[in-house]
C-alpha cells in the first residue's frame, strides 16, 4: 500500500516561513492532481492549494500571495512553501495526491505560528 509521508513542519514565528513537503512511500506510476489541506482545531479541514499535472495551481483565497505550491514527478513528491505566516496558519496540514486507483492522503504534520 502507497502512503504520503509529509515532512518540514513546526514552529514558526509571525512573518517568518517555512516549507512543507510532501513523498510518496514508493514509486506511483501516475499521479493526476497533488494538493494541500489543513485543519485547525474545531474547524473543518479545508484545501490550501492544489496543483494540476500541468502545473497550473489553484491557492485559497486566505493564503493566496503568501503560499505557493509546486510537484516534482519524478519524485512523486509536492511542496508547499508559506511566506508571511500567521497565527491562524496554526493547523496540522495534509497532502493528498490522486491517482486513478484513488486518492493517498498523508498522516498530516502540525504548523504552529505564534505572534
Known amino acids: 500500500q502507497v502512503k504520503m509521508v509529509e515532512s518540514g513542519g513546526g514552529l514558526a514565528q509571525a512573518g517568518g516561513s517555512l516549507t512543507l513537503s510532501c513523498a510518496a512511500s514508493?514509486?506511483?506510476?501516475?499521479?493526476?492532481?497533488m494538493a494541500w489541506f489543513r485543519q485547525a482545531p474545531g474547524k473543518q479541514r479545508e484545501p490550501v492549494a492544489s496543483i494540476t499535472n500541468s502545473g497550473s495551481s489553484d491557492i485559497a483565497d486566505s493564503v493566496k500571495g503568501r503560499f505557493s505550491i509546486s510537484r516534482d514527478n519524478t519524485k512523486n513528491s509536492v511542496s508547499l512553501r508559506m511566506n508571511n505566516l500567521k497565527p491562524e496558519d496554526t493547523a496540522v496540514y495534509y497532502c493528498k495526491t490522486e491517482t486513478p486507483w484513488g486518492a493517498l492522503w498523508g498522516e498530516g504534520i502540525q504548523v504552529s505560528v505564534s505572534s
Open positions: 514508493r514509486r506511483i506510476g501516475i499521479i493526476n492532481n
